[in-house]
Each structure stands twice: as structure tokens, then as C-alpha cells.
């Protein structure tokens, strides 16, 4: 017997152990090739066995080594329960089952802080699942039919002015334009969020930004994508695409070389710019780009060698709000002469609403949007302390800022735009709905986006492995074989048809409150079965 | 849900007339309410037409307070009129123990006042008085204006009138422009400040239907004006949306409709003034309207309007000969009191239109 020492790690004390079923399996090693983190591989087991093969009794003894799969019992080598060796298993021999008894986590701190992509695993309860939309037209007046009539789902993007702010002057009997006003766009109130290129493969990049040229062009659906912390490829720089893109800019401030050695060649503007100050998986912190996933041309779009890129948790030389107003968005402003709506992201925070007050009230009218992003916001990479124990719910936050802004007669001027989990459960239109009502003019997504190109990681400790240059579909790695396994237009026309639906799912929504253009505010159609919630919010409390 | 209706005229009205035009509409509401703004006054009160007149219902000790706060405010008493309530049996009214329909003159100082500062003396007295009767739940006050009388009250409008003596027709009071609603009680409590038409500032206004967006209006409107108060009604907002659009920001009464209801970008994009009404569409999205209303106002100026939600869900009609404009949810009350007008002139705005009333009776109809 090998000697065994208490501080041994088994597989009992990993999240997920492998059921494996030798009768089933033939060897034939897809699954050993395709786990990507090497948590399982092929062994010899020895087997033991007695059979009488007589009419009488005549015991045989029979001893064999016989291959089999095995799991890998490692804290670095662990199996991440993503199913990929199941998915290719041609004889269902082989599946990861999860763990309750798990020490992984207990353990796995040899090295540091654990790191790890995902989300939240300890705060998956959600808010927005307590309330439902209960104002439902009936005799007061008519529901609308979402199938008939036709609905104006639009959200502005930029600085809304006070309406005696307004240049209009009347001529004539009629109201003209003198002077001019900060840019706004009217988009989709669904907002494809900063996942930049790096953070995900170049082919799951375009795949989303694929699905927003096909919604936009061929639908009509004017959805906006934010490129991330991390640059744009040229090509798309100078294309008239550019369009439909916002530009995020992080404390790093990855990719802005590129972004403006291509400014003179490009033939549009982009759709916005987004600072971003905070995010809501890892509030505080700065982006993080681990060595393994920066490839060579991550690097050249980025403009960096090949090193794990560790974002700052500050822009420089910010350090109040005042400061961010009149050095971030006034050079991004006249960066783009002051034609191209400039928006600023942070992480929920019970700060958040002084923040908001704060732009609100900036002399220049200058921010064109506040993004909020919630404790269940996704990532490529943080410190697993981050996100777990870090960050603070967004529908509250949401609801706070809205309030706060009609309180001083100032409601809209800077539009909301709340994230994090939103679509946790599937149904985003139904979250988006409800953050709406609750004053967000529209919602920003991230993670979704990923689950339709194939990403399995929950909140539930699945993957999660985003981080380490493995992602076993694809999406968040820059191995050009686990690459390959992502089809591109497949995943795109996933988006596109999961938009469709959204947009299909949020008339069904309005049509029964009898509203054809978006509820912004519209608390009253929402009540909640949670009195604490409803109390919050300022909605019905139900029961 | 409410009826609502009004009538413009070359020749004075008494509100026997706007009774028949309501009361055919019976089956559209449930009896609980009556409520009218009369403007351009004749009978009693035609000597004064350029004082304010207050309008109001209060208790005793209420009435001592107004009267009060007016003589402290050195508004003089002019002329009153005050109904001999007819008590008979049976009636289904919730009477008031005061009704107070007076005419003040200005204080003195008022003399060196622009109009604007008159105007705002005016709504803050209005608004002072408001204050102080709703403290002990002392009465209610609905305008004080020159040339506008309000009256409203909770039960049968056929008992209203009878109580108020409104059927005899005794020349008290007439007028040549009347806004009226029976009420339909559906979501608020009976409430006397939640019964259109509603007054502020020059602008009566009325509205049928249901506020889909009155939440959002509400959260907006409160911080915009110290005369947005109450929201007792949902319909109160189209009332504030009116005032802020025509008197606040001072622009022309075409874009009204465009912000309570406004075009879709579909086809805003393809307008020439699509930079004007994008900007209305972002600084006053919260002014919208989205559910079934339609509106019936009045303007400083005495023209009357109406038009509908984007959807014609609440439709109105406009009948009228050479002396009289009548405006009413439904054809049955203009049948009543105009049976021989010429109905192919009945006018049935659809939901892009506005219909306007001019004091010589002219119709202007213009789309969004
Ligand atoms: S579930 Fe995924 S990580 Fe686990 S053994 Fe299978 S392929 Fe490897
Ligand atoms: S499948 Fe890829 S993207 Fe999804 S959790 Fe795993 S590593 Fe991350």
C-alpha cells in the first residue's frame, strides 16, 4: 500500500469528481484530449476477479491491468465540472458529477489568493425574481396586443438637458434649433457589455460584434457593443461599423494607441465612450489579463509585451469626481469634437448615488450616461475574494440614483443603465423589464452573451475558469486549438435569434401594462411578494 | 370611467345646458361625482370679470380662515354668490356646510404688479389657502382667477344640480365657455381634489381615460412647479404638462401633443423638425402619456382644445352650429342639446389631431 499522509489531496476533496464507467468505455481517449485543464487521464487499473466457469463449482482467480480513465487528483489540475469530456464521449461512459463535500477552496491558497473568472458564487440570490410585473391592464384600460401593435423600445445614450436648457428658439409659431446640444443616441435598450478582446478569444470577440452588425443591419435593432478594456482591431476601427461600437476606456487604458493612431482614418464615429471607472465583479479593482492569455496579437492590440496586464484600480491622476469631469470626460468629449456621447461606468456601490448627484450637477453637461454594474456582474479574471465578498446589489442602486435625480427635477438627464446578472436565470427581457420600470432606461449584458456561444460557467462553482487560458469552449482563451472549437456563425446567430426574442419577450411585457414605449419609472407596474423589497424600492408589497 | 365635455358659445350658457349634455352619457359613469369650470362669466358676477374669483368649499371654521388669510393678505370682498341649497329628501349629495364663490379685488399693491406677478400672486394665495384648510381637513379650494368658477361635488350630478338649484335656470350664473365632468370613481378614493377639470394658471383642463404614466409624470412634475401638487388624479399631470409646455416654457400649443404623445422615431427620423423633436422626446420623456385619455382644456386666451392618445383608445367628438361648440366623449350629449346641428360637421379627431376652438367659434385641426 502507498503510503498516504493526511495533507494528501484526493479527488473527494475537489468540487466535482468524474463517475466514470469502465463497461462503457472503449478507450478511444476523446475525453483525456479534450480536457483542457488535464484533470483527467488515461491509467491501468489492476482488477481482480473469481469466476466458475463449470457446472460444478471451480473457482478461478483471475487478475488483469486493465486501462481506464482517471480522475487527476490536483488543487492545479482539478476538473471544473465543464462537461466537455461528456459532451465528446460517444458511449456516455464518462461525466463530472459536483462535490458537496469539496475542501478545494479550503485548501488551494498554497500559491496566493485563489484567482478565478465567473461571477459571484455566494450572493446568487436575486432581487428581481421577488417582483413581478402585477399592474396589469384589464377593465381600467385595454392591454395593448404585442403581436399588432407597434412599440418604441429605445433608450437614449448621452447628455439629456434640462428642458429650459433646450437651444430652441420659436420662429414662426414653430420651435427651432439655436446652438448646440450635447450629442444623444437612441438605442436599444440593451447594452452587448465590456468584454474585451483578450478577456475572450478574438473569435468569440467577433462572433458578438457579429451579431451586432447582423441586428442592426438586418433587424434594425440599433444594439450598441462596448469593446472592453483592450482595444479594437484596425480594421473595425476605420470601417463604417465603428458605428454601432462604444469605446470603453479603463485605467490601463489598453488599445488607445491603436484607437487613436486610427482616428484620422476613421470613416464614422463610434457609438459612445465609455469610462470605465469600476466594475461590478471586483469593485476597487483594476482589469486583469493573466500571462497565459495574452498571445501575440492580444499584445499588438493591446500595444503591450507578454506579461500578466494588471490594470490599475484608479486612472491615474483622478481623484475625485470633479477631477474625472473635467479631465476624463472633457478630453474624451473634445476627442471626438464633442460629438460622440461620453459615458461613465462604476461598480454599485452605496456611494453610487452621490456619484450620480455629482455628474448630475457638473456645470458642463457633460456625461452622457452612468452605468451601473452590480455585485453579479461577470469577469475574465479576479481574486476570488473580490468576487465573492465585494460589490453591492444593482436594483436598488438603480432605483436610488433614479429617485435621487427626480427628487431635484433632474430625472433622465444623465441616463441609467444598470448590470450585473442580469439574465442570470435566462429570461433578460424579464429583468430587463423590471430594472426599467424601476427608472434604468435600459440594461447593459455580458455573460449572457458568452452562455449563447457555449459557456457553461454558473454561479454554482461550474468553470469558472476564464482566467486561465483553458476556457474549454473557446470563448476565453487564446489557444488557437481550443479556439477552433467555437463556431463563430453559430454563435452569433445564437445572439441574434436570443435578441429577437428579448425584443419579442419585452413587448410581451408592455402589451399587458398597456404601454407601447418604454415604462422608464413606471414602479407601479411592478409589485413584490417580499415586503423588505418592496419597501425598498418604493413598490406594492403583495401576497 | 369619466365622461367629460365642454361647451363654448357665442351667447352664455347656464349649467342646465352642460347637465343635458352630460347626463345622456349615464351609462359611461357611475354617478359620483360633478364637477365644471365656468369661464367668460355672465349673471351675477359680470361686473367683475377682471377680479379674481375664488372658488371654493370649506367648513365653518374654514370659511373663518380663508377670510382671514384674505383680509390679512388685504384682498377686498367685491361680490358673492351664494347658493340657497335646496335640502329636499333623498338627495345623493355629499354637501360641504360652506360653498364660496366670491370676487375679491386686488390688494393695492397689485396696482404697480406686471401680469406675471399678478398671476403668481394669485396661485400662491390659491396655494396658501389650500394649505391652511387641508391642516384640520377644513374644506378645499379649487381656483381663484378672474372669470373662472369651479364647482365640485361628490354624489348623483342630477341631485348636484337639484341641491345647487342648477335646473332653474335663475341667470346667476352663465357663461360662455363651460368644462364639465361626471364622474367615473375607479382608482383613488373620493377624493374633492381628484374631480377634473382642474385649474391652474389660466389653463383648465380635463381628462378621461387612465394615466398609464402617471407615476413617472408625478415624479417628474413634482420638482418642476410649486402649482404641481395633489396629483389626487392621475389627470392632474396632463393639466401640469400643459401649463409647463404653453406657459412655463412659452412655446407654441403645437408641441403639446407632440410631448404628451409623441411620434415614434420611426417616423420622427423622417421629419425636418426631427431635431426639435428628438430634444423633446429626451428632455420631456417623462411627460408622455401612454394609455387611453382624452384631453379637453382650456387656454388663458379662451380657445378650447382637444385631442386624443396616440392610439385612439379614448375618442372624443366636437359637434357645433353657428352659436355653439360642444366637445364630449360621447355623440349622445351633443345629440341632446344640438339635435339640429349638421352632424356631417362633427368632428372626430383621430389620434394624430388636435382640434382648437377659437372665441369666434372657428375650428383649427392640425396633425402632429
Ligand atoms: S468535466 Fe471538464 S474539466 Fe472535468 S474532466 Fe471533464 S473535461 Fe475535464
Ligand atoms: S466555459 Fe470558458 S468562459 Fe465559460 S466559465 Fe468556462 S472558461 Fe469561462
Request: glycine letters at 8%.
Given at each position: 500500500?502507498?503510503?498516504v499522509?493526511?495533507?494528501?489531496?484526493?479527488?473527494?476533496?475537489?468540487?466535482?469528481?468524474?463517475?466514470?464507467?469502465?463497461?462503457r468505455?472503449?478507450m478511444?481517449?476523446?475525453?483525456?484530449?479534450?480536457?483542457?485543464?488535464?484533470?483527467?487521464?488515461?491509467?491501468?487499473?489492476?482488477?481482480?476477479?473469481?469466476?466458475?466457469?463449470?457446472n460444478?463449482?471451480?473457482?478461478v482467480?483471475?487478475?488483469?491491468?486493465?486501462?481506464?480513465?482517471?480522475?487527476?487528483?490536483?488543487?492545479?489540475?482539478?476538473c471544473?465540472?465543464?462537461?466537455?469530456?461528456?459532451?465528446?464521449?460517444?458511449?456516455?461512459?464518462?461525466?463530472?458529477?459536483?462535490?458537496?463535500?469539496?475542501?478545494?477552496?479550503?485548501?488551494?491558497?498554497?500559491?496566493?489568493?485563489?484567482?478565478?473568472?465567473?461571477?459571484t458564487?455566494?450572493?446568487?440570490?436575486r432581487t428581481?425574481?421577488?417582483?413581478?410585473?402585477?399592474?396589469?391592464?384589464?377593465?381600467t384600460?385595454?392591454?395593448?396586443?404585442?403581436?399588432?401593435?407597434?412599440?418604441?423600445?429605445?433608450?437614449?445614450?448621452?447628455?439629456?438637458?434640462?428642458?429650459?436648457?433646450?437651444?430652441?428658439?420659436?420662429?414662426n409659431?414653430?420651435?427651432?434649433?439655436?446652438?448646440?446640444?450635447?450629442?444623444?443616441?437612441w438605442?436599444?435598450?440593451?447594452?452587448?457589455?465590456?468584454?474585451?478582446?483578450?478577456?475572450?478569444?478574438?473569435?468569440?470577440?467577433?462572433?458578438?460584434?457579429?451579431?451586432?452588425?447582423?441586428?442592426n443591419?438586418?433587424?434594425?435593432?440599433?444594439?450598441?457593443m462596448?469593446?472592453?478594456?483592450?482595444?479594437?482591431?484596425?480594421?473595425?476601427?476605420?470601417?463604417?461599423?465603428?458605428?454601432?461600437?462604444i469605446?470603453q476606456?479603463?485605467?490601463?487604458?489598453f488599445?488607445?494607441?491603436?484607437?487613436?493612431q486610427?482616428?484620422?482614418?476613421?470613416?464614422t464615429?463610434?457609438?459612445?465612450?465609455?469610462?470605465?471607472?469600476?466594475?461590478?465583479?471586483k469593485?476597487?479593482?483594476?482589469?486583469?489579463?493573466?500571462?497565459?492569455?495574452?498571445?501575440?496579437?492580444?499584445?499588438?492590440?493591446?500595444?503591450?509585451?507578454?506579461a500578466?496586464?494588471?490594470?490599475?484600480?484608479?486612472?491615474?491622476?483622478?481623484?475625485?469626481?470633479?477631477?474625472?469631469?473635467?479631465?476624463?470626460?472633457?478630453?474624451?468629449n473634445?476627442?471626438f469634437?464633442?460629438?460622440?456621447?461620453?459615458?461613465?461606468?462604476?461598480?454599485?456601490?452605496?456611494?453610487?448615488?452621490?456619484?450620480?448627484?455629482?455628474?448630475?450637477?457638473?456645470?458642463?453637461?457633460?456625461?452622457?450616461?452612468?452605468?451601473?454594474?452590480g455585485?453579479?456582474?461577470?469577469?475574465?479574471?479576479?481574486n476570488?475574494?473580490?468576487?465573492?465578498?465585494?460589490?453591492?446589489?444593482?436594483?436598488?442602486?438603480?432605483?436610488d440614483?433614479?429617485?435621487?435625480?427626480?427628487?431635484?427635477?433632474?430625472?433622465g438627464?444623465?441616463?441609467?443603465?444598470?448590470?450585473?446578472?442580469?439574465?442570470?436565470?435566462?429570461?433578460?427581457?424579464?429583468?430587463?423589464?423590471?430594472?426599467?420600470?424601476?427608472?434604468?432606461?435600459?440594461?447593459?449584458?455580458?455573460?449572457?452573451?458568452?452562455?449563447?456561444?457555449?459557456?457553461?460557467?454558473?454561479?454554482?462553482?461550474?468553470?469558472?475558469?476564464?482566467?486561465?487560458?483553458?476556457?474549454?469552449?473557446?470563448?476565453?482563451?487564446?489557444?488557437?486549438?481550443?479556439?477552433?472549437?467555437?463556431?463563430?456563425?453559430?454563435?452569433?446567430?445564437?445572439?441574434?435569434?436570443?435578441?429577437?426574442?428579448?425584443?419579442?419577450?419585452?413587448?410581451?411585457?408592455?402589451?399587458?401594462?398597456?404601454?407601447s414605449?418604454?415604462?422608464?419609472?413606471?414602479?407601479?407596474?411592478?409589485?413584490?411578494?417580499?415586503?423588505?423589497?418592496?419597501?425598498?424600492?418604493?413598490?406594492?408589497?403583495?401576497? | 370611467?369619466?365622461?367629460?365635455?365642454?361647451?363654448?358659445?357665442?351667447?352664455?350658457?347656464?349649467?342646465?345646458?352642460?347637465?343635458?349634455?352630460?347626463l345622456?352619457?349615464?351609462?359611461?359613469?357611475?354617478?359620483?361625482?360633478?364637477?365644471?369650470?365656468?369661464?367668460?362669466?355672465?349673471?351675477?358676477?359680470?361686473?367683475?370679470?377682471?377680479?379674481?374669483?375664488?372658488?371654493?368649499?370649506?367648513?365653518?371654521?374654514?370659511?373663518?380662515?380663508?377670510?382671514?388669510?384674505?383680509?390679512?393678505h388685504?384682498?377686498t370682498?367685491?361680490?358673492?354668490?351664494?347658493?340657497?341649497?335646496?335640502?329636499?329628501?333623498g338627495?345623493?349629495?355629499?354637501?360641504?356646510?360652506?360653498?364660496?364663490f366670491?370676487?375679491?379685488?386686488?390688494?393695492?399693491?397689485?396696482?404697480?404688479m406686471?401680469?406675471?406677478?399678478?398671476?403668481?400672486?394669485l396661485?400662491?394665495?390659491?396655494?396658501a389657502?389650500?394649505?391652511?384648510?387641508?391642516?384640520?381637513?377644513?374644506?378645499?379650494?379649487?381656483?381663484?382667477?378672474?372669470?373662472?368658477?369651479?364647482?365640485?361635488?361628490?354624489?348623483?350630478?342630477?341631485?348636484?344640480?337639484?341641491?345647487?338649484?342648477?335646473?332653474?335656470?335663475?341667470?346667476?350664473?352663465?357663461?360662455?365657455?363651460v368644462?364639465?365632468?361626471?364622474?367615473?370613481?375607479?382608482?383613488y378614493?373620493?377624493?374633492?381634489?381628484?374631480?377634473?377639470?382642474?385649474?391652474?394658471?389660466?389653463?383648465?383642463?380635463?381628462?378621461?381615460?387612465?394615466?398609464?404614466?402617471?407615476?413617472?409624470?408625478?415624479n417628474?412634475?413634482?420638482?418642476?412647479?410649486?402649482?404641481?401638487?395633489?396629483?389626487?388624479?392621475?389627470?392632474?399631470?396632463?393639466?401640469?404638462?400643459?401649463?409647463?409646455?404653453h406657459?412655463?416654457?412659452?412655446?407654441?400649443?403645437?408641441?403639446?401633443?407632440?410631448?404628451?404623445?409623441?411620434?415614434?422615431?420611426?417616423e420622427i427620423?423622417?421629419?425636418?423638425?426631427?431635431?426639435?423633436?428628438?430634444?423633446?422626446?429626451?428632455?420631456l420623456?417623462?411627460?408622455?402619456?401612454?394609455?387611453?385619455?382624452?384631453?379637453i382644456?382650456?387656454?388663458?386666451?379662451?380657445?378650447?382644445?382637444?385631442?386624443?392618445?396616440?392610439?385612439?383608445?379614448?375618442?372624443?367628438?366636437?359637434?357645433r352650429?353657428d352659436?355653439?361648440?360642444?366637445?364630449s366623449s360621447?355623440?349622445?350629449?351633443?345629440?341632446?342639446?344640438?339635435?339640429n346641428?349638421?352632424?356631417?360637421?362633427?368632428?372626430y379627431?383621430?389620434?394624430?389631431?388636435?382640434?382648437?376652438?377659437?372665441?369666434?367659434?372657428?375650428?383649427?385641426?392640425?396633425?402632429?
Amino acid at each position: 500500500m502507498e503510503a498516504v499522509k493526511t495533507q494528501d489531496i484526493g479527488v473527494n476533496d475537489l468540487n466535482w469528481i468524474i463517475e466514470y464507467k469502465p463497461e462503457r468505455c472503449t478507450m478511444c481517449g476523446s475525453c483525456v484530449a479534450s480536457c483542457s485543464f488535464g484533470a483527467i487521464k488515461a491509467a491501468v487499473r489492476r482488477q481482480d476477479i473469481t469466476v466458475s466457469e463449470e457446472n460444478t463449482p471451480a473457482p478461478v482467480h483471475k487478475h488483469s491491468a486493465r486501462p481506464v480513465i482517471k480522475q487527476v487528483a490536483s488543487l492545479t489540475n482539478f476538473c471544473r465540472g465543464c462537461g466537455i469530456c461528456q459532451k465528446v464521449c460517444p458511449n456516455n461512459a464518462i461525466m463530472p458529477r459536483r462535490n458537496p463535500d469539496a475542501r478545494r477552496t479550503l485548501l488551494s491558497r498554497d500559491s496566493g489568493p485563489i484567482k478565478r473568472g465567473g461571477r459571484t458564487n455566494l450572493n446568487a440570490e436575486r432581487t428581481l425574481d421577488k417582483i413581478v410585473v402585477g399592474r396589469i391592464s384589464q377593465m381600467t384600460d385595454p392591454s395593448l396586443d404585442a403581436a399588432r401593435h407597434t412599440f418604441d423600445i429605445r433608450a437614449p445614450f448621452g447628455r439629456v438637458l434640462g428642458t429650459k436648457e433646450l437651444p430652441f428658439a420659436v420662429e414662426n409659431g414653430k420651435l427651432t434649433v439655436k446652438g448646440k446640444k450635447p450629442p444623444v443616441r437612441w438605442i436599444y435598450p440593451l447594452i452587448f457589455s465590456d468584454m474585451s478582446i483578450g478577456a475572450l478569444s478574438t473569435r468569440a470577440w467577433e462572433a458578438v460584434a457579429m451579431a451586432v452588425g447582423c441586428l442592426n443591419e438586418k433587424y434594425d435593432i440599433p444594439v450598441r457593443m462596448s469593446s472592453g478594456e483592450g482595444g479594437m482591431p484596425a480594421k473595425l476601427l476605420t470601417s463604417e461599423y465603428l458605428k454601432y461600437f462604444i469605446i470603453q476606456i479603463a485605467s490601463g487604458h489598453f488599445g488607445w494607441n491603436r484607437i487613436i493612431q486610427a482616428m484620422p482614418y476613421m470613416k464614422t464615429d463610434p457609438a459612445g465612450i465609455l469610462i470605465k471607472i469600476g466594475q461590478g465583479a471586483k469593485p476597487g479593482d483594476g482589469g486583469l489579463l493573466q500571462k497565459e492569455k495574452v498571445a501575440e496579437h492580444i499584445g499588438a492590440i493591446r500595444g503591450v509585451p507578454r506579461a500578466t496586464l494588471a490594470s490599475p484600480p484608479n486612472h491615474q491622476g483622478l481623484y475625485s469626481i470633479e477631477e474625472s469631469v473635467q479631465k476624463m470626460h472633457l478630453s474624451m468629449n473634445a476627442a471626438f469634437g464633442f460629438r460622440v456621447p461620453v459615458a461613465i461606468k462604476c461598480a454599485a456601490s452605496s456611494t453610487s448615488v452621490s456619484v450620480y448627484n455629482n455628474l448630475l450637477r457638473d456645470p458642463y453637461k457633460i456625461c452622457g450616461g452612468f452605468f451601473i454594474d452590480g455585485i453579479q456582474g461577470g469577469t475574465g479574471a479576479a481574486n476570488e475574494i473580490s468576487l465573492d465578498h465585494t460589490g453591492h446589489p444593482v436594483v436598488s442602486k438603480i432605483r436610488d440614483c433614479y429617485l435621487a435625480a427626480a427628487k431635484q427635477g433632474l430625472t433622465g438627464q444623465i441616463p441609467l443603465y444598470g448590470g450585473g446578472g442580469i439574465g442570470m436565470t435566462g429570461n433578460a427581457a424579464a429583468d430587463a423589464f423590471k430594472m426599467i420600470c424601476l427608472g434604468a432606461n435600459g440594461v447593459f449584458v455580458g455573460k449572457i452573451l458568452i452562455q449563447l456561444l457555449g459557456c457553461v460557467g454558473n454561479e454554482q462553482g461550474r468553470c469558472n475558469a476564464c482566467n486561465t487560458g483553458k476556457c474549454p469552449m473557446g470563448i476565453c482563451t487564446q489557444n488557437p486549438r481550443l479556439v477552433k472549437r467555437l463556431d463563430v456563425d453559430k454563435g452569433a446567430q445564437k445572439i441574434v435569434d436570443y435578441v429577437l426574442a428579448f425584443d419579442a419577450e419585452l413587448k410581451k411585457l408592455m402589451a399587458p401594462i398597456g404601454n407601447s414605449s418604454l415604462p422608464v419609472g413606471r414602479s407601479d407596474a411592478l409589485v413584490s411578494t417580499d415586503a423588505n423589497i418592496a419597501n425598498k424600492l418604493g413598490i406594492g408589497y403583495v401576497c | 370611467m369619466c365622461r367629460i365635455g365642454s361647451i363654448k358659445s357665442k351667447t352664455p350658457v347656464q349649467p342646465s345646458v352642460v347637465l343635458r349634455l352630460m347626463l345622456p352619457q349615464q351609462e359611461g359613469h357611475d354617478n359620483s361625482g360633478f364637477a365644471m369650470v365656468m369661464q367668460d362669466l355672465y349673471g351675477i358676477f359680470s361686473p367683475y370679470k377682471d377680479k379674481p374669483l375664488l372658488s371654493l368649499v370649506c367648513t365653518q371654521k374654514g370659511n373663518r380662515l380663508v377670510e382671514d388669510y384674505m383680509d390679512a393678505h388685504n384682498f377686498t370682498k367685491l361680490a358673492e354668490w351664494l347658493p340657497v341649497p335646496n335640502k329636499q329628501p333623498g338627495l345623493d349629495i355629499q354637501a360641504m356646510p360652506y360653498y364660496v364663490f366670491r370676487n375679491y379685488d386686488y390688494p393695492e399693491d397689485a396696482a404697480l404688479m406686471t401680469e406675471a406677478e399678478k398671476e403668481n400672486l394669485l396661485l400662491d394665495t390659491r396655494l396658501a389657502l389650500r394649505k391652511i384648510l387641508e391642516k384640520d381637513n377644513q374644506g378645499y379650494v379649487y381656483s381663484f382667477w378672474p372669470d373662472v368658477l369651479t364647482l365640485k361635488e361628490i354624489g348623483d350630478p342630477s341631485d348636484i344640480a337639484t341641491y345647487f338649484r342648477l335646473w332653474e335656470d335663475n341667470g346667476c350664473l352663465a357663461a360662455k365657455s363651460v368644462v364639465a365632468q361626471c364622474r367615473q370613481n375607479t382608482n383613488y378614493d373620493i377624493v374633492r381634489y381628484a374631480a377634473h377639470p382642474f385649474f391652474l394658471q389660466g389653463y383648465t383642463l380635463c381628462a378621461n381615460g387612465e394615466n398609464t404614466f402617471y407615476t413617472k409624470n408625478k415624479n417628474f412634475q413634482s420638482s418642476l412647479h410649486r402649482g404641481y401638487i395633489g396629483f389626487e388624479s392621475d389627470s392632474q399631470c396632463f393639466l401640469n404638462t400643459l401649463h409647463y409646455v404653453h406657459h412655463e416654457l412659452k412655446w407654441p400649443l403645437v408641441y403639446y401633443k407632440h410631448t404628451i404623445t409623441p411620434l415614434p422615431f420611426e417616423e420622427i427620423n423622417r421629419r425636418d423638425d426631427r431635431e426639435v423633436l428628438l430634444g423633446i422626446r429626451e428632455s420631456l420623456a417623462n411627460l408622455e402619456i401612454n394609455g387611453p385619455n382624452t384631453v379637453i382644456g382650456v387656454l388663458p386666451d379662451g380657445n378650447m382644445i382637444t385631442c386624443c392618445d396616440s392610439k385612439k383608445l379614448r375618442p372624443v367628438v366636437v359637434g357645433r352650429d353657428d352659436n355653439m361648440a360642444v366637445i364630449s366623449s360621447e355623440v349622445c350629449g351633443i345629440n341632446e342639446i344640438l339635435p339640429n346641428r349638421d352632424q356631417t360637421r362633427d368632428i372626430y379627431p383621430n389620434e394624430r389631431e388636435v382640434v382648437l376652438i377659437d372665441n369666434e367659434l372657428e375650428v383649427t385641426r392640425w396633425k402632429q
